[in-house]
Nanobody, 126 residues
Framework: QVQLVESGGGLVQPGGSLRLSCEGS????????LAWFRQAPGKEREGVSCISPRDGSTAYADSVLGRYTISRDNAKNTVYLQMNNLKPEDTAVYYC???????????????????WGQGTQVTVSS
């Protein structure tokens, strides 16, 4: 049974940093695409970043490019999202997700992901 558990969210001031973690179980992390999404109140779910299996290539939304970094630790079956220079508009619930097709390159399109974590709240405010 595939499970994803996020952690690391919280309240941070503008310009601050947070690192989100997503620990997976029931599957081998480096064989599937992994992605981070976020959803702010009243808004649609937005793709933030993803990392592909095999070569570990990454992709980012324009809104976070240069500020966020996605990475994975295969030994810990965990994917991370390092978020720097946070802005109030980054406030949202952040979700990690994975797919069910082995070795499929990642995208930030929600419907391509079959398994989701419960989400972790990130609030950027002074």
């Amino acid at each position: 049974q595939v499970q994803l558990v996020e952690s690391g969210g919280g309240l941070v001031q503008p310009g601050g940093s947070l690192r989100l973690s997503c620990e997976g179980s029931g599957f081998t992390l480096d064989q599937y695409a992994l992605a981070w999404f976020r959803q702010a109140p009243g808004k649609e779910r937005e793709g933030v970043s993803c990392i592909s299996p095999r070569d570990g290539s990454t992709a980012y939304a324009d809104s976070v490019l240069g500020r966020y970094t996605i990475s994975r630790d295969n030994a810990k079956n965990t994917v991370y999202l390092q978020m720097n220079n946070l802005k109030p508009e980054d406030t949202a619930v952040y979700y990690c997700a994975t797919g069910s097709i082995r070795f499929r390159p990642c995208t930030v399109v929600p419907f391509e992901y079959d398994y989701w974590g419960q989400g972790t709240q990130v609030t950027v405010s002074s």
